[in-house]
Structures are given as structure tokens and as C-alpha cells.
Nanobody
């Protein structure tokens, strides 16, 4: 059974940092691209960052230069280091693996996510 468990969210002041973790299980993690997504209240879920099986990364323009995605094959975990956080980064954050390169369908159901709130 494919499963994703996100953690590491919290309340942080603008300009602060957080590190999110996503523990994946139930599939060959090392062979799959992984992505971090977020969804703010009243908005569509959006792809924030992605990493291929080989370690190539890609970011949404809104987080480029501030967020870093990485992965540990030994731990079956993908991370999202978030720096210089802004109030507009406030959202529920999720991870998942795409079924194909189109990133339109995903391997598992969406987990509970981890809430990030950026506020003074």
C-alpha cells in the first residue's frame, strides 16, 4: 500500500525557516520522481518543488531561491527546506509521486499533509 506521511510544519514568523519531511512507503522509492505540493484555503493544490529519481530538481517561480527539495533513498524520505518564508507560503503541504512525466496523476492518495503557517 502506497503511503506518504508528512511532518515538520508549524507556525513561523516571516523570514523564518522550516524543514518538512515526507516518509514514503509501499513502492520503489528510489525509482520514482517525488514532488511537494501545497494547498491554501480556497485555492487549488499547486506543485511547489519536484525531484527526479536521479536528483534533478525543479521549482515553482514563487519559491525559487528560497526552497530546496532533496531526497534520501536509504530513508525513503523526501525533504523540503524552506527559508525566507512569507505569509503567502501559508498552506497545507503534501508530497506524492507522479505516475507519469505529465504529473497529472499520482501514485498514492493524498496524505494528511503538514500545516505551515507564516505569521507575525
Amino acid at each position: 500500500q502506497v503511503q506518504f506521511v508528512e511532518s515538520g510544519g508549524g507556525l513561523v514568523q516571516p523570514g523564518g525557516s522550516l524543514r518538512l519531511s515526507c516518509a514514503a512507503s509501499g513502492f520503489a522509492f528510489g525509482n520514482r520522481a517525488m514532488g511537494w505540493f501545497r494547498q491554501a484555503p480556497g485555492k487549488e493544490r499547486e506543485l511547489v518543488a519536484r525531484i527526479t529519481a536521479g536528483g534533478n530538481t525543479n521549482y515553482a517561480d514563487s519559491v525559487k531561491g528560497r526552497f530546496t527539495i532533496s531526497r534520501s533513498t536509504t530513508e525513503n524520505t523526501v525533504y523540503l527546506e524552506m527559508n525566507s518564508l512569507k505569509p503567502e507560503d501559508t498552506a497545507e503541504y503534501y508530497c506524492n509521486a507522479p505516475i507519469s512525466s505529465s504529473w497529472s496523476t499520482f501514485l498514492g492518495s493524498w496524505g494528511h499533509g503538514t500545516q505551515v503557517t507564516v505569521s507575525s
